[in-house]
């Protein structure tokens, strides 16, 4: 068998100890690997390397992906896609793992029709995948978000200030949420559990009543207008709000060692699954227990983590 690796969609810290895993489990099994640049882009193009051990030895602890990544809109049409298949069959490549989010993902099972054998491993910071408790990317990109919210606190709390602090996460709320239940903010608005102007104000005024001058309010992006939002605040409360938005500084960064070990685990399965004849599948974890399941199964719905939630209004109050 040989295999191509390849990383696609948004980047996520923790992709390169999942390829590390992958040709390694692969070299154990005497697999050759192939890299595919640029995600489908790559398989386009043709533009690969091959990968041996020795070329992933250092690579688990950098951000980023050594593969790179793209968002290749030739691979969402069909023409592109056969494209991508000739140059499989070319370079005699007879099973792929894909390392990215749901958009990859859709990718990946449209090549596994195409009689691919394909395993999915999921790489976004967002963790916007329902079927998995966590994607790599999740934990590094939430310790990223901690500790700058941890800044901000301490000019906070020196002036009695209030901030909005806008997160990633596309339409999925966990950065928002898993940074308030750690101790990062004080309102949080999801979109899973938004919260309008009025109730944010009100969140707040009760706060600053109890004496907590300083107050963080995490917002996932996409939500609201923020000069709106903090405009309507300084009015109503008549106080001076400040705004920062983490933007990209959430993205790169080393990989935490939560991450390092999941996309361990998983590159190692997503290998495992394709010598035993397995496609079509993603690989995620479910109650700190490595699974998979069936790609057209894998989408971003809305999934409200209630026990969070309640957890939160404990926190909160
Ligand atoms: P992510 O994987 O992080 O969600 P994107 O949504 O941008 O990122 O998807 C990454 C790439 O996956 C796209 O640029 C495209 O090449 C491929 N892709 C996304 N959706 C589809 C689709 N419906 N069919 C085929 N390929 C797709």
Redesign the pocket.
């Given at each position: 068998m040989r295999l191509g690796v390849l990383t696609?969609?948004?980047d996520a810290p923790g992709m390169n100890a999942a390829i590390r895993a992958v040709v390694k489990a692969a070299n154990y099994n005497n697999i050759e690997v192939i890299g595919i640049k640029r995600?489908?882009q790559g398989l386009i193009d043709g533009d690969i390397q091959r990968l041996t051990s020795l070329d992933v030895e250092e690579i688990s602890d950098k951000g980023g992906t050594i593969l790179k990544t793209?968002?290749?809109?030739e691979?969402?049409e069909e023409l592109g896609?056969r494209k991508a298949l000739e140059l499989l069959k070319k370079l005699d490549i007879d099973a792929l793992v894909v390392i990215?989010?749901?958009?990859?993902?859709?990718?990946a099972e449209?090549l596994h029709e195409l009689g691919i054998k394909v395993i999915g491993i999921p790489g976004?910071i967002d963790n916007d995948l329902a079927y998995t408790d966590y994607s790599i990317g999740f934990d590094t990109t939430l310790n990223t978000v901690l500790e700058c919210i941890g800044k901000i606190r301490d000019t906070d709390y020196s002036h009695d200030k209030t901030t909005i602090v806008e997160v990633m996460g596309r339409y999925c709320g966990d950065l928002a949420l898993y940074s308030a239940l750690a101790g990062g903010g004080e309102i949080i608005s999801t979109p899973e559990k938004k919260l309008d102007f009025d109730t944010i104000c009100s969140k707040l005024r009760l706060r600053m009543s109890n004496g907590k001058k300083d107050n963080i309010v995490i917002i996932t992006e996409r939500m609201y207008d923020l000069q709106e939002l903090q405009k309507y605040i300084e009015e109503k409360l008549k106080i001076s709000v400040r705004t920062t938005v983490l933007g990209f500084i959430q993205r790169g960064g080393n990989p935490s060692a939560f991450d390092r070990v999941l996309a361990s685990k998983m590159g190692i399965r997503a290998v495992d699954l394709l010598i035993s004849g397995y496609s079509g599948r993603a690989v995620g974890v479910k109650n700190n227990k490595i699974i998979d399941v069936e790609l057209e199964n894998v989408n971003t719905e809305v999934n409200v983590k209630q026990d969070n939630y309640n957890i939160l209004d404990v926190l909160l109050h």
């Open positions: 696609s969609g948004g995600g489908y793209a968002r290749c809109l691979f969402v896609r990215g989010g749901e958009g990859s993902f859709r990718g449209k976004t």
